[in-house]
């Protein structure tokens, strides 16, 4: 998907036998999902005009047009919901959308390039930035707060990060005669 669209959700499989699916809504209010409807796919091919019926356990249960029984919802399980960004609200200075974090460059304060988001992960507690560690395969979490992450710039993509310590590596250094 383009810039111009945000996820928002995920089809997380069929609730019931009636065709109502499970859904993830990554809004900040989570119901506002609904709002922001017609959702599309990843592809922006399908358009979905999603109805919330009630809050359930990790989710919502909700209504598509088109799905009529357990089968049609199973189909749409693991489908992620993108809602068009100029129908999203404005964020303030320190708030983004993880779409717009996701491929910026990590520097340290010091200016030595750290890495690039690959993800942003979220797993009940604060935002945590998977990074690609640069010139490594590896990755590491680093947390999003204002103290780890004291600059977002999204105008030069960069990041400048203070990392708290014991997130990144330890490089031994060369104690090699030669």
Same mark, same amino acid.
């Given at each position: 998907?383009?810039?111009?669209?945000?996820?928002?959700?995920?089809?997380?499989?069929?609730?019931?036998?009636?065709?109502?699916?499970?859904?993830?809504?990554?809004?900040?209010?989570?119901?506002?999902?609904?709002?922001?409807?017609?959702?599309?796919?990843?592809?922006?091919?399908?358009?979905?005009?999603?109805?919330?019926?009630?809050?359930?356990?990790?989710?919502?249960?909700?209504?598509?047009?088109?799905?009529?029984?357990?089968?049609?919802?199973?189909?749409?399980?693991?489908?992620?919901?993108?809602?068009?960004?100029?129908?999203?609200?404005?964020?303030?200075?320190?708030?983004?959308?993880?779409?717009?974090?996701?491929?910026?460059? @990590?520097?340290?304060?010091?200016?030595?390039?750290?890495?690039?988001?690959?993800?942003?992960?979220?797993?009940?507690?604060?935002?945590?930035?998977?990074?690609?560690?640069?010139?490594?395969?590896?990755?590491?979490?680093?947390?999003?707060?204002?103290?780890?992450?004291?600059? @977002?710039?999204?105008?030069?993509?960069?990041?400048?990060?203070?990392?708290?310590?014991?997130?990144?590596? @330890?490089?031994?250094?060369?104690?090699?005669?030669?």
């Amino acid at each position: 998907m383009s810039d111009s669209h945000i996820c928002v959700g995920v089809i997380s499989g069929s609730y019931g036998v009636k065709g109502e699916l499970r859904v993830k809504s990554f809004c900040a209010v989570p119901e506002d999902i609904q709002n922001y409807s017609p959702l599309s796919d990843e592809t922006g091919k399908r358009a979905f005009a999603l109805a919330i019926l009630r809050p359930i356990k990790g989710g919502y249960a909700a209504r598509l047009p088109e799905v009529a029984n357990k089968e049609d919802a199973d189909a749409l399980r693991g489908t992620k919901l993108f809602a068009k960004r100029t129908q999203l609200p404005s964020l303030p200075d320190d708030e983004f959308y993880h779409a717009d974090l996701i491929g910026l460059d @990590v520097f340290d304060t010091g200016g030595a390039l750290l890495g690039r988001v690959k993800t942003v992960q979220n797993h009940g507690a604060d935002d945590l930035l998977e990074l690609q560690l640069s010139g490594s395969s590896t990755t590491t979490f680093l947390p999003f707060t204002k103290a780890a992450v004291p600059t @977002v710039d999204l105008a030069s993509g960069r990041i400048v990060a203070d990392p708290p310590e014991g997130i990144l590596p @330890v490089t031994k250094p060369d104690t090699s005669e030669g």
